[in-house]
Every structure is written in C-alpha cells, then in structure tokens.
C-alpha cells in the first residue's frame, strides 16, 4: 500500500480501477478494501478529490468516483459518491463544460472525465438535468473540443492535443458503451 500510494490519491484510484478491469486478484496487503477505504478517507468536506492542494477537482473527483463505481451499493459509498456528484454539478461550467481547476478554462480532459464518472454509475450525462446547463449536455460540450479531421483540443481555442484526444475518445466510448 505504501507504494501504491507514493503518487497520492492517484494511485489508489487507478490500482482499484485496474483490478477491477478484469477481477484481478489482489496481493499482500494490497486488497480492494483498504483501496477503498483509502480513497474515501481522502474525500475533502466539499465532497470532491483532488491530487494535491485544499480544494477539490472534478478530474480527480471524477476518477475517484468511477474507481468507486463498482461498490456504490456499501452505505459509506454511496455516499461519498453521492456528496461527489453534487460537488461535480456544483462546479459544471454554464456551457455544460468543466475545468481542470474550477474557474480557469474549460478542458476537454475534465469534461471527459465526467462523463466516464457518469456512465460508470448509469447515470445518462446526456439526460441528468444535474449535467445539462441551457439545454447543453456535457456530452454535447465535450464535442465542442473536437478537431475537424480527427481529435480534441486540450481547451476551446487550442490545437489538436494528444491526451485531450485521448480522454475525448474513450469518454466517447464510454457513453456509447452506455447506450
């Protein structure tokens, strides 16, 4: 657990995402509760996560929700889950977008993590009045970061970007795997 957790929240996120990939066993003390109970005690009062500082993010909030997705049926959970997504909704953008850091520009990666968060619940990120601001879904916003000819752009007004590509896509599948 020790070197789990060497990146911060981060990495208890991710090692319980990929365990669950594919029910992968766990080893020594490396188990899905203490990876649980390791990402709920890092829930800030505002109900989100963040890699470093005092205030929540929706990147890691969204990630930490969707580690978490799979074991929203335990009380403490869905709970947790619960306060994370009215902090998400709480922090969406007024074009359905959302930002790395709430009240900087708006990017795709963060928006993208959102809807993956979404789909992993069953909540539908195209219908959930809490994710649709003027008519706009967050599905809807992060299609606003597409390149023509292929790719997303890391903000509304930058060039073709690998990682921004990258999330766009697989949010993307993620709600097509949805439907």
Known sequence: M???????????????IALDSHNYPTMGDVTREKLIQVILDAQLPDG????????????????????LAPYYENAQVKAAVDAALTFLAGVQNDDATFSEIPGTDASAESTAQVIVALTA??????????FVKSGVSVVDALCGFYVTGGGFRHTAGGDLDGMATEQGYYALASYYRFV
């Open 2 to 16: 020790a070197y789990v957790q060497k990146q911060g929240i981060n990495g208890p996120i991710f090692t319980l």
């Open 48 to 67: 989100g996560w963040n890699l470093s500082g005092e205030n929540a993010d929706p990147d890691m909030t969204a990630m930490a929700i969707q580690a």
């Open 121 to 130: 619940l069953g909540i539908d990120p195209t219908a959930d009045s809490r």
